[in-house]
Every structure is written in C-alpha cells, then in structure tokens.
C-alpha cells in the first residue's frame, strides 16, 4: 500500500508542477505600429462542461470538467503483486484525481486501518497539514473524509474501502479559490457501479 501511496502522491505533485508551469506569465507582444481595426467584442467563453468518466476495470463513474489521463502500475510486494491506477486531469486551478489499488487475493488487512493509512501516508507525503477527518459511511461502505492544506493548496479527500479495494479521490485548489459547488460536484458523482 505505501508504494501506491508514492505514486499517487508523486503524480498529484507533478499535476500540480505541471499546472503551474503551463499557467506561468508569458511576455506581452508590443503593440502594433499601424493602425488596426477597431477591436470586436469576443464572446463569453463558458465554463468546460463535464464529462463522466466511466472505469470498467475500476469499476466506478466520477464527473471531471474534462477527460482524464490513466496510469496502471504493477509493482510486487512482500504480500503479493498489486495493481495500482491512477486518473488525473489538470483543469485550471484545479486538479482532479481518483486512485484505487487491486491487492494480491492471499492478502489480508485490516479494513479501518487502510483507511487511516491512506489518510496518513497522503498528509505527510504531500507535506500538508491535517486540518479535518472524520469517518463515514458513503454509498454503504466505510469510508474517511479529510481536509489538509500545505503551502498553496488545499486538498479535499475521501477513502472509500469497496469489499478489498480502497479508492481514494482528491481535489486539490488554491487556497485562495472558494471551490465548494466543482468539489461537492465531483465527491457527490463518484459511484461504484459493481
């Protein structure tokens, strides 16, 4: 489990970096030496509409203002091989993930505990604060919500422990941006569909 923790914490830090390199100031063009036409009105360009991402292989629906990229890694451990997927799409400010991990069948765990893991393992390894958790009860499976913030993002998660697969969906922003309707949005579309 601490190996997927690392690569979806690496792929949430590299998202971020990566949305922050695109949205760097660029240099302003000089103005033109001749007269030009008179400027027109440019229309209103609308908010991306979002679309639903459906994993069969997950085995879940999420909305996204957008579609994401997949990443599947198999790696091994002392408990078997585990296969762990990530999708994540950059949507200015904003980065949206879901991760879920599929365990070797001959490994066992303890439910509650992976959740707290999770929680814990992504605090520390996105060098935030814990500023909320509590547990819950989402769709009928146990689950863990929390709140924690580092130096310029606030991350909203939950954990959500299906039979033996724990997904885990993010919603990082600015710590500035009041995004409360694109993160009840996306937390209230999430669906297991098996």
Avoid: C
């Amino acid at each position: 489990m601490k190996r997927f923790l690392a690569v979806f914490i690496t792929t949430l830090f590299l998202a971020i970096a990566a949305a922050a390199q695109e949205h760097s100031p660029r240099p302003s063009r000089p103005a033109p030496s001749t007269p030009s036409a008179p400027p027109r009105t440019t229309p209103t360009v609308a908010a991306p509409a979002w679309v639903k991402f459906i994993s069969e292989e997950g085995a879940f629906s999420v909305l996204m203002p957008g579609t994401p990229k997949e990443t599947v890694e198999t790696s091994p451990s002392d408990h078997g091989p585990y296969t762990t997927h990530i999708v994540v799409l950059r949507e200015d400010p904003n980065v949206f993930m879901v991760g879920w991990v599929d365990y070797d069948p001959s490994f066992n765990f303890n439910r509650v505990a992976e959740l707290e893991a999770n929680r814990d393992n992504f605090v520390s390894g996105t060098k935030a604060t814990l500023v909320e958790t509590r547990s819950a009860t989402i769709y009928g499976y146990p689950a863990i919500e929390f709140t924690a913030e580092n130096a310029d993002r606030v991350f909203k998660s939950r954990v959500v422990m299906v039979g033996r697969r724990p997904y885990q969906i993010v919603i990082g922003s600015p710590k500035e941006l009041d995004d409360s309707a694109n993160i009840k949005r996306f937390f209230d579309s999430f669906k297991v569909t098996r």
